[in-house]
């Protein structure tokens, strides 16, 4: 038979599901440190990408210089300072992304909670039931 | 204005009815007009400049993400760049990785804003970007705004160098490049449009967020007066050679079409009719939500409880945006009766999740029917009404909606909702 109640909280629940809670849910099935790491490090090895674009279109921009100079150069501490502004980028970068995700993090777990409370009262109901 | 809101209500009712169709078409025009106008401004590649490419690029974003039409509007743009050269379309290549990979892990919604800012542009009414996304947005839109009109800036830089570009010989691969990257990195005219943009979003966003009257509009006014004031300047010191008059005229249609937008996006809660699938042990469900919205207007009662304590009733207006209606009075079937605990000192996100711990969805088995009663903007306006009103003279707002309602000079309020 059909349970008017029933039906009710799971068209909320599947509602909530396809209006972006899949997606929570994605998020609330890792632990907070876990989620966050992998995050990081994904925006890690994209700024790494995206400074390699950038060191690449540096280079052909004066490629000309380069090819003239590249006996007097001094190789080592160029490498030093691109190592260097890698480095500030990154950890700059790491920062905001730690705390974007966070607060994704954050914002993921609290809109959860209403639909675990939902799941409980589904259950609860179909316990009444049986 | 009554009249108004009534017409904003049957556009709600109209758009949560169909708006299975409602969206493909809109997504369908949008990408229409982009790629139309990619083509019509670059179209350096007659073989997709055609008619049928762009009507089948854009049935394909009707039905795709909405991410589709930013990614064909960038293949279709690097097309044309390749056409004209092979180093420009590295260029754009790179250009758009850059974005991609550094900004859009973040918010990939906000990827429509890069598409919007140069059509914008390029229909000359760039000024509105700037306030719709302080009024609309957060923060995070200062960045999408500013890739827009990198985009945009580049494409320009690219038409306008195209006979320089085609002229140099293949092998000038380091002197097509130098004139392309000197193009956005020296172009003043573009950092003084995105520092404008960038300034002028956080000043509508921090004053729309305000708990002071009329906000919306004080925010826009100010962000337009801000921009405005910062182009001039911008012009002044770095010489960017900006049409006065145009930003001018620009900033005055910029701020009509955020009033239209305020009037739209203000109080908004486009519910729609949805379609869930999901299944137990007995049964498969197939249901059909369907928002239950209704035009008619409702009347409130405003109880200011002071030395001199007077009633007000007023007519209120369908979305109740003036005063702090906490609910909205729809055609109720169903009694919930729960209380809510309500404290002057709770920020509005507080109260909206307090007020949405309520049922929204009412109904039987055969017509599942969704209900919103409250809204986050207007718990939003309502929280700050009962702050700033409690801090003057101890106001408390009755939707009459109900009858049992307490106050005390503590500034606990506790309220029936009736759903």
Redesign the interface.
Known sequence: M?H?E???L??????YA?NGGNKNMQIGSYFRGDYISIQVI??VV??T??YG??F??YV??H??TFLEDIYKIDLLAFAKNVLLYYGVIVVA?GII?YL?YSYSYSKAKKSLK?YYDHLKKLNSL?RDQA | MTGLLEIKEKLKLMYSRNEVFIIPIAKFLLAFVTLTIINGRIGYMSSIDKLPIVLIAALLCSFLPIGFIVFFSAVFSLLHMYALSMEVAL?GL?LY??MF??FF??SPKDSLVVILTPILFAVKMPYIMPIAMGLLGTPASVVSVAFGVMIYYFLSHVIASSTAISSMDAGE??AK??LL?DGILSNREMVVIIAAFAVTIIVVYLIRRMSADHAWTTAMVAGAITNLVLLLVGDLVYDTNMSVLGAILGTVIALLVAKMLEFFGFCVDYSRT?K???E?DD?Y?Y?K?VPKLTVAAQTKTVKKINTQSTTVSSKANASGRNSGTLGRSTSASHTVGSRLDFDPSDSAEDLFEDL??E???????RN?V?QRTVYKRNADRSASAFRRNNGQHGVTINNNMNDDMAEDNDFDYNFEELE
């Open positions: 059909l008017e029933r039906i009710k799971m068209t909320r629940m599947e509602s396809q994904k925006s994209s700024v990408i995206a674009i950038g690449v279109l052909l921009y490629l000309e970068y992304s974007v209403k179909y | 260029v790179c990785l850059i990979l550094l892990r973040f691969v380091t490049l130098r990257i949805e869930v699938q999901f137990d049964y469900y249901v939500a949405f711990e049922d929204d969805f009412i109904g039987n088995s599942v969704t």
